[in-house]
């Protein structure tokens, strides 16, 4: 069906950059939002950023104005941009994907297999 491949985590000292990406491929008719969620050691996975077929974005509070999420229909790609990153950003990132297969499919949650972003103080 749908499959997810991050790319672009890493190591980056407190107010550096990072870039993370995600590409979908498989079988897919539509993918309706494509966002980021991350995960830190011993919480629970929280939302970073959503954005929709439509280009309508989503963020969450901590990161508001630091992230931009962005997104390419055609190549069913989504990039996070992080600037300013914090100790606090560390965490193991997830690509999401709400999409549908076929027409007939219902949509379902996809993720890919996460990917590591240490920030040091």
């Known amino acids: 069906q749908v499959q997810l491949v991050e790319s672009g985590g890493g190591l980056v000292q407190a107010g550096g950059s990072l870039r993370l990406s995600c590409a979908a491929s498989?079988?897919?008719?539509?993918?309706?939002?494509m966002g980021w969620y991350r995960q830190a050691p011993g919480k629970q996975r929280e939302l970073v950023a959503t954005?929709?077929?439509?280009?309508?974005?989503n963020y969450a509070d901590s990161v508001m104005g630091r992230f931009t999420i962005s997104r390419d229909n055609a190549k069913n790609t989504v990039t996070l941009q992080m600037n300013s990153l914090k100790p606090e950003d560390t965490a193991v990132y997830y690509c999401?994907?709400?999409?549908?297969?076929?027409?007939?499919?219902?949509?379902?949650?996809?993720w890919g297999q996460g990917t590591q972003v240490t920030v040091s103080s």
């Open positions: 999401n994907a709400v999409a549908r297969p076929w027409a007939t499919a219902p949509s379902q949650n996809y």
């Open positions: 498989g079988i897919i008719y539509r993918i309706n939002v």
């Open positions: 954005i929709t077929k439509d280009i309508t974005t």
